[in-house]
């Protein structure tokens, strides 16, 4: 998959400590997909990421720009041993 990052997406992947690595492994083999509530061109993408205790990282991508774009990503707690 073709994407760019929004500028919030690289401060907050940066900011964060999160390797790009991470954010291309879980949009190119999620193990979940849900759409946004509030926005339909948003889809979630998240994936347990070993190398970091099995975390579960979020990526919220823009899937109706061309090329793709990553709108933020994040370790969501929330999902924490539900995948």
Do not use: C, W
């Not at 205790?53 to 999902?79: C, Q």
């Amino acid at each position: 998959m073709i994407f760019e990052f929004t500028k919030h997406a690289s401060e907050v992947i940066s900011e964060r400590g999160i390797p790009v690595e991470f954010v291309e492994r879980v949009i190119s083999g999620p193990e979940l997909t849900l759409q946004d509530a509030g926005d339909p061109d948003l889809i979630h993408y998240l994936s347990k990421i070993g190398e970091h205790d099995g975390r579960v990282l979020r990526v919220i991508v823009n899937i109706k720009s061309s090329p793709v774009r990553i709108v933020t990503a994040y370790f969501d707690r929330s999902m924490r041993g539900r995948l």
